[in-house]
């Protein structure tokens, strides 16, 4: 009987969150209109349509599995990147979905959401629902990250909050001191991980330090206005070749501004509209490419993602920072069974390991073991740096 009930309360509390994830999703859209949330800024984005959608087809996919459905067409479109489920359509036609609407979109939601209740006592659904909430919170992020851009190449600029999320406070300015050794890397098996977090795994580290703060938007600045942008010998061939193919001359989202007196100032687009850049915030929407070609200017270096989780404050900052690690298994790691072994098992390539969560993390989002990954040109994303250096 005591593990019945156990079994119950661990299924109650799953229903709650799902319930209170679900609901967050729907907040974050609610200030958008039905053509907002079709529209795609660039192939690699997602309309906020389509992020609802595949939301829940995660639920269905791998929690109702077949033995109710809403739509058997669903279980093609709203397909992200499942290979072993079936066909998709690419991601770059997503915004061409102008079928379903919206409202057939959130009919299929509450569909979802009334059957999820009578679902969570079965065997192995609360980990289901554990892995189905944490997914659903990458995507409130990246439905951010995607209106973000789709605003900011709409003239009008328009704001898709009214209130810019707020970021923990920096702390002062100066290093911690770190005497290396080993370290217990990775997660620990106490509460919900993504696989590729694990196993935990002793490494060894040189001694190091790192900065207590990540690079501010001041900082950025005298980097700009040292010509950082146009002296190959700060970059990696392939980040100068996307400096000069793409026009690279700031952060992504910025743009300066003439003042009547003759003077200038940068302006950045935010989620709650355009706004002057505070040089005392930490830079954001800048590239791996960036970030390393800005540590090497600074005589220092991106920290591995081995150095940030033994030393970095944990919880979520203003902004993804980038390591100069590469997104790879950890010794040990097995790539989970299934379709589920596609979720982080087939992006162990080509991609750098970010670490520590952004304003538009959800709460609860990222831990210090959580491992963010990106192409190294991507700047879309809330991304930042902070320094690693020699002690």
Known sequence: MKGRVMTVLRADHAVDRFRRVRAESERLTAGLTAEDMGGQAFPEASPAKWHLAHTTWFFDEFL??????????????????????????????????????LEVVMQYRRWLDRLVPDLAGRPGAVGVLAAGCAHEQQHQELLLTDILALFAGNPLEPAALAVEPAAPPLPAEGWTEHGGGVAEIGASGDGFAFDNEGPRHAVLLAPFRLAARPVTAGQWQAFMADCGYERPELWQSDGWDAVRALGWQAPQYWRPECSPNGGGAWTMM???????????????????????????????RLPTEEEWEAAAPGGAGAVWEWT?????????????????????????AGRMVLRGGSLATPAGGATRTTRNFWWPAARWQFTGLRLAAAP
């Open 64 to 101: 109702v599995g077949g033995e109710a459905v809403f739509d058997p067409a669903f279980r093609t479109l709203f397909n992200s990147y499942y290979d072993s489920v079936g066909a998709r359509p690419p991601q770059a036609a997503r915004g061409g979905l102008t079928r379903p609407g």
């Open 324 to 348: 100069g690690s590469a997104h790879r298994p950890y010794p040990g790691w097995r790539r989970p069974e299934g379709a589920m072994g596609e979720y982080n098992g087939k992006f162990m």
């Open 270 to 300: 935010t989620l709650a509209g355009r706004r002057p850049v505070d040089a005392d915030e930490p830079v954001r929407h800048v590239s791996w490419y960036e970030a390393d070609a800005f540590a090497r200017w600074a005589g220092a």
